[in-house]
């Protein structure tokens, strides 16, 4: 059965760095995409970024564009979210997914695509 878990959230000020992190077990990691999406009170789950299997193509929601960024190493099963300059807006749980379909190289921002799904984290930024 495949488990996804999230790690690395808090509380920064405006202006800080947090860098998440995402484990995932029961399927080769490399072979499934990843992506990274949020959710805040009242809203609905949105788009972060996203990351392929193995050749490592990347996707960004617009928001986040120029300061968060998504990598992955296989070796260790682990996806990050290293978030830069963080505003009041990011603030939000933010949630791994894996992909259900298998591919090692196409991306999508399609959260209906994902299928695994982690419990959160929380990520909250004051001013």
């Known amino acids: 059965q495949v488990q996804v878990v999230e790690s690395g959230g808090g509380l920064v000020q405006a202006g800080g760095s947090l860098r998440l992190s995402c484990a995932a077990s029961?399927?080769?990691?490399?072979?499934?995409?990843m992506g990274w999406f949020r959710q805040a009170p009242g809203k609905e789950r949105e788009f972060v970024a996203a990351?392929?299997?193995?050749?490592?193509?990347?996707t960004y929601a617009d928001s986040v564009k120029g300061r968060f960024t998504i990598s992955r190493d296989n070796g260790k099963n682990t996806v990050y979210l290293q978030m830069n300059s963080l505003k009041p807006e990011d603030t939000a749980v933010y949630y791994c997914?894996?992909?259900?379909?298998?591919?090692?190289?196409?991306?999508?921002?399609?959260?209906?695509?994902?299928?695994?799904w982690g419990q959160g984290t929380q990520v909250t930024v004051s001013s």
């Open positions: 990351i392929s299997g193995s050749t490592y193509t990347t």
């Open positions: 997914a894996q992909r259900e379909r298998y591919s090692y190289s196409s991306i999508t921002a399609n959260r209906y695509e994902y299928r695994y």
């Open positions: 029961g399927r080769t990691f490399s072979d499934y995409g």
